[in-house]
């Protein structure tokens, strides 16, 4: 989820030399702003005029008379990214700190029951971005320009069926919102992170003993500091090095616990109800990249290679898949039920695990910006409006977004503080705003955008029935699955936080 952050530069007007979401290496003007890609189909007449407000489009689509468009993508786009360099970006940008808390997942679920919920939902999530891409190149055809998850979803209302139209700003509106709740609680995340792991260095190499709650107030101002940044270009070079640091630092993490010896036959293969819950966040929270694929996919140079069992998305996912099972399972295996929120927490006290943890903090400290500006670039544009701040000319416009980005700071401060252990705030955000982003929002946007033309296909020809039920009948489930994740593993952590309390 970090790399919400290419979304918005997306919308800013993205250059065609797109990094990926966590390695930004966009060419810059002279203004600092960034050069918009051109999409240029090969078929003369491809796409439609181009459209300035999605708030004033008004839809002419009838299910009565409604005629199955193709929803194949442009054959391809002038200055485009290649499949190689897009499948690089995407597993460096899922492939993050969040794997390095995956060892708690197999302590909260089971050793062999944790092994198959990371492949079991790395399947689904595939299969669920596999949605999301699909409607995307659908609706963005017939829109001419390329969307965002807010986006997608708007415009799926739009030209689904008429009683759901009138909903599409709502729609769009709940989706932006969750992706607000997902980036704030990742950058809670990242907040206990860097606190809990300056702790454990001063802990281990000095005499000065502090609880929890005082580190991260005095973590507090550098985090401030650090949001205040607003240029892109330093940004984007936080990015390049934070993702070369998180790299290096897997490697060497994982060439150690390969090596220790592993206490298999003594650990649980299975907990209980809340545990598997819980274990279900923590794995979704490190799987949430949904908002991540579209604009990796508006880059790429054939968006038809996105797709299919040999595309960017299915080989990257299954490469992801794989590191995370074998992070989490070395991990657990190694230390046991000893293993704590990230796995950097139980390595030795030795100068070269030091660097390693120093080095993660570095990467943590600069992810943080890059997660911040996703809610600022959603956020503070709209509310500069709804307090009129450009009729307000003695309050300068930087200084009002400086105290807007040190209040949300502060908010991420007070969520680090009432739970400020990674084992308990990283499930809780996965099994909520991740539940939903993964799988209830895809399903939903997949039968708005292909429903009306199958309801038009089974009444044209009977036959198609069978495909129109198998299809409602799949985001169904994922939609009730999504439900079900969201309240049974939200009443889980909040058990389990109740517990940790007492």
Known sequence: MRSLLKNHLWKKGASDSYQGPFSITDKMTKN????????KPEKKGFYPNMYTSTDTIQSNFDVSTATVVSSEPPEKRA??????????????????????????????????????????????????????????????????????????????????????????????????????????????????FVASHVKELFDDNSDIRLSPTIWSLLVLFPMIIVNLLRTLKMIAILSVVGNICMISCLIFIMQYLVRKPLMITELPGITNFDGILMACGSILYSFEGQAMVLPMENKLKRPASMIGPFGVLSVGMTIVTFVYAACGFFGYAVYGNNVQGSITLNLPNETAFTGV???????????????????????????????????????????????????????????????????????????????????????????????????????KDPSQRPQLYLRFARNGALVLLGIFGLIAGFQSNIRGLLASKE
């Open 32 to 39: 600092n702003k960034i050069a918009p890609m051109e999409l």
């Open 79 to 192: 200055g485009g990214l290649s499949a190689k360099s897009t499948l690089i970006n995407f597993v460096k940008g899922m492939i993050g700190p969040g794997c390095l808390s995956l060892p708690i997942a197999f302590h909260q679920a089971g050793l062999w029951t944790a092994l198959i919920l990371i492949f079991a939902f790395g399947f689904l999530n595939n299969y669920c971005m596999l949605q999301l891409v699909e409607c995307s190149q659908k609706l963005s055809k017939k829109r001419g320009k390329v969307l965002d998850y807010g986006g997608v979803s708007y415009h799926a209302c739009s030209h689904s069926f008429p009683f759901i139209r009138p909903y599409n700003n709502v729609f769009r509106n709940i989706t932006n919102g969750v992706i607000i709740l997902l980036q704030l609680g990742i950058c809670s995340v990242f907040y206990v």
């Open 357 to 459: 943890k120093a080095l993660l903090i570095f990467v943590i400290y600069s992810g943080f910006v890059i997660q911040q500006y996703v809610i600022v670039d959603m956020v503070w544009p709209r509310l500069k409006k709804v307090i009129h701040l450009d009729h307000l000319s003695y309050w300068p416009d930087f200084l009002c977004e400086a105290i807007f980005r040190t209040l949300l700071v502060l908010i991420e401060f007070v969520m680090a503080i009432a739970v400020p252990k990674l084992e308990d705030i990283i499930p809780l955000v996965g099994a909520t705003a991740g539940m939903l982003l993964a799988f209830v929002f895809p399903a939903i946007i997949d039968t708005l955008t292909f429903g009306p033309e199958l309801v038009e296909s089974v009444r």
